[in-house]
């Protein structure tokens, strides 16, 4: 975990709906996590519909997102897997039990955490980022960064619904997006540590994480996963056509592994 005194700082003021959110609710919490470059208001509505079941629910802003770009550009894979484990820590504390739901990068944490910590009682992911990257992919990455580019253009609002849109960077941070490679790496090597129930949602058109890291999701856990196949929503499912029908599930899921 990175040290309070390491933390990249801040220096820009959070976006307008980029605020972390939290709810007390029952002795049941759900950690929620956002994806790489989005913030909390991708999972924003999700977050609500789990506070308006009665759990408790807590919903972090990662370091370097929801700001300005600038601000993610000296982030890595331990300052964010540090502030998701800070949060399901602090979670835990105050409950009884706890599931995880995240989105895209967020499911890569979630899963990171699941395999540290066998209590978690389920989880719950929309296009997770699991499958490792090619190498090839980012060797280009890393020449981008030779010739001098830090930020590429950005992969956030991979959104099907017209005229909604995700609070995402415009940008992506080549640097950390390769340290992102590295704790999918780790991610996808311990997938058998993960015994809890997974609720899986997929899009069938996702232009920014490709289905293959649902493939190895499900193939890679060891506990019960059912997949569920969203085929009106691109990535940011969350805030796209299937929103409805995710909220209703992960509700539904959450509600059947905590008590």
């Known amino acids: 975990m990175t040290s309070a005194d390491s933390m990249p700082r801040v220096t820009a003021p959070i976006l307008p709906g980029a605020e ?56 890595r894979w331990p300052d964010w897997s540090g502030a998701a484990e800070s949060a ?30 066998p209590e978690i009682k389920g989880l719950a992911v929309v296009n997770p980022f699991i499958d490792p990257p090619a190498e090839s992919f980012r060797d280009v990455l890393r020449g981008l960064l030779e010739a001098g580019t ?9 959104i099907a619904k017209e005229g909604m849109a995700e609070s995402a960077y415009a940008g992506t941070p080549v640097a950390a997006v390769l340290s992102l490679f590295e704790g999918i790496d780790v991610v996808a090597a311990h997938l058998g540590a993960i015994s809890c129930p997974v609720l899986l949602l997929s899009s069938r058109q996702d232009h920014v994480v490709p289905s293959s890291s649902g493939d190895v999701l499900e193939a890679g856990v060891a506990g019960p996963i059912e997949r569920v196949w969203l085929e009106n929503s691109f990535h940011v499912a969350t805030l796209d056509n299937d929103a409805d029908e995710v909220n209703a599930r992960v509700v539904t899921f959450a509600s059947g592994v905590l008590r």
């Open 20 to 75: 972390p959110f939290s709810h007390s609710g029952s002795s049941s919490g759900v950690l929620v996590l956002h994806g790489f470059t989005g913030n909390p208001q991708s999972m924003r509505p999700l977050a609500e519909a789990l506070a308006e079941a009665g759990f408790t629910v807590d919903l972090p802003l990662l370091p370097g997102h929801g700001t300005a770009v600038e601000d993610m550009l000296p982030t």
């Open 88 to 117: 399901y820590t602090k979670l835990a504390a105050t409950c009884d039990e706890v599931a995880v739901v995240a989105l895209s990068m967020g499911g890569t944490l979630a899963c990171w955490l699941a395999e540290r910590h």
């Open 150 to 158: 830090s930020v590429a253009p950005g992969v956030g609002s991979d």
